[in-house]
């Protein structure tokens, strides 16, 4: 089944057209949207050749991201987000995570335009309380990939405000909102005291293993955001944390 799929290009090339038209279907909440989804995950999953193709398309982040902006903001006020909603949000985020996870230079999906668009989605994702703990380790997964700069005029800045600066005022903002940073860590430390949870109950070393596995790109994540903002080392270490 793998080598037919890979056997015929157009399986490939049509499918980021069926990820982003999806949002355009009156039938948006049917299975099909969720499938190709689906399908995309494990077919970038399978195939390396398959990321550097989609890694190279400037229009990609548009097709991956389609699904994840319909559970936050403004699109989620507008209509609530369905238990199916979150699940296909989950598998594109998966699915980003698996074309742009290897490439630690840049790419040509991710410029500077979309640069800001990823990172703003993956934050609303991150600093909501709706998505639950699935979702959000896709996201927080999403935006440890190396290839992804830190935009710290989207992620250093309140999530909630509507205040927007002009070009001239730019490159003397300071971002000191550490309202995502204080997210990321909230479920860092989620994760952590459910490993450690599980390791007093004496839970199998298979089961713990895993948490820890998944655990990595949350401090990678964390690591990114540092080396970009003063404020947010400052705010790490002056954070009460009891695993640093």
């Known amino acids: 089944m793998q080598t037919r799929f890979y056997a015929h290009p157009e399986n490939t090339e049509h499918l980021p057209n069926y990820l982003l038209n999806g949002t355009n279907s009156k039938k948006s909440a049917d299975d099909s949207w969720f499938f190709y989804h ?17 890694a190279a398309v ?29 699940q296909r949000a989950e598998e594109a985020l998966k699915t980003f995570f698996n074309v742009f996870c290897h490439f630690l230079n840049e790419v040509k999906a991710i410029d500077e335009v979309h640069a800001v668009k990823a990172c703003r989605v993956l934050r609303d ?53 550490m309202v995502f940073t204080e997210a990321l860590l909230g479920h860092t430390e989620r994760r952590l005291d459910l490993m450690h949870k599980l390791t007093e109950q004496g839970a199998p070393i298979s089961q713990t293993s895993e948490i820890c596995d998944l655990l990595g790109p949350y401090f990678q994540a964390l690591a990114k955001l540092c080396t970009e903002s003063k404020h947010a080392r400052r705010y790490c270490r002056l954070r009460n944390c009891w695993w640093i």
């Not at 689906?38 to 989609?54: C, G, P, V, Y």
């Not at 400037?58 to 979150?86: C, E, G, N, R």
Request: charged share 15%; aromatic share 4%.
């Open 125 to 177: 994702v991150i600093c909501s309380t709706s998505p639950d703990e699935p979702v959000v380790q896709s996201a927080i997964h999403a935006i440890a990939v190396p290839c992804l700069p830190m935009v710290l005029s989207v992620l250093c800045v309140d999530p909630n405000s509507t205040c927007l600066e002009t070009e001239e005022d730019v490159e003397n903002v300071e971002y000191t909102s």
């Open 38 to 54: 689906r399908i995309a995950f494990i077919a970038t999953a399978m195939s390396r050749d398959l990321q550097k193709e989609w």
């Open 58 to 86: 400037p229009t990609m982040i548009d097709s991956l991201l389609a699904a994840v902006t319909l559970i936050v903001p403004p699109l989620s006020l507008k209509s609530p987000p369905s238990p199916q909603d979150f």
